[in-house]
């Protein structure tokens, strides 16, 4: 069984941000690693054709049909910066069958928490799991920092939805990874989750 989580926004005249996606393509996003780790290890994008992954997650079914994939244990120092102007954030990564993701999370340099993302039961792969989410902030620029705990842990990272400005080069809504989910001001969000694709 393959579970797919559907994102609804539902979106009325209001005084809040909009909301906007981005994708683990975006430019804004910072990959890295510690010199000299090997390619099995290194940030990259995700390719079912990467006879070192053994994984069987369909990057077309992901958001802008990409993802990014890192395997390493916590002394790799493998990181994912995201900065973001706006009150809040959710980080959604795709998932193999059995795929715990041990992460340790921490927003604008403050301590480090640790956050978990299993498989659904019985899910061949999974789609759109959230992994963070964090809302009610400050409206001003903020960084989230992604690592990986515990051993040898692997991530593969999808998307985010931001509460917040879209800056200029993302107003585009038809470029994916870029897209606006409302155009002017958003109050209310509506977030409904369906299992689809019973294989």
């Known amino acids: 069984m393959r579970v797919v989580t559907f994102l609804f926004f539902i979106t009325f005249l209001g005084t809040a941000s909009a909301l906007y996606y981005v994708d683990d393509a975006d430019e804004s996003i910072t990959y890295s690693s510690s010199a000299g780790i090997g390619y099995g290890t290194k940030w990259r994008k995700y390719s079912k054709d990467d006879n070192l992954l053994a ?49 340790t999370i921490s927003l604008d340099g403050g301590p480090r928490e640790n956050h978990f993302a299993y498989t659904p039961p019985n899910a061949t792969q999974a789609y759109n799991v959230t992994l963070y989410d964090i809302q009610n902030l400050e409206h001003t620029m903020h960084t989230v920092n992604v690592g990986l705990d515990k051993g040898v842990s692997r991530l593969l990272f999808d998307f985010a939805v931001v509460s917040g400005d879209a800056p200029p080069t993302r107003l585009g809504s038809s470029e994916v990874g870029r897209g606006m989910v409302g155009t002017g001001t958003l109050l209310g969000v509506v977030v409904g989750v369906l299992a689809a694709g019973v294989l």
Do not use: H
Request: charged share 15%.
């Open 55 to 103: 994984v069987n997650v369909d990057p077309a079914l992901c958001f802008g049909k990409t993802a990014s994939y890192t395997q390493c244990s916590s002394s790799d120092n493998c990181i994912m910066e995201i900065p973001f102007n706006g009150t809040g954030i959710t980080l959604f990564v795709a998932q193999d069958r059995g795929d715990i993701y041990n992460t």
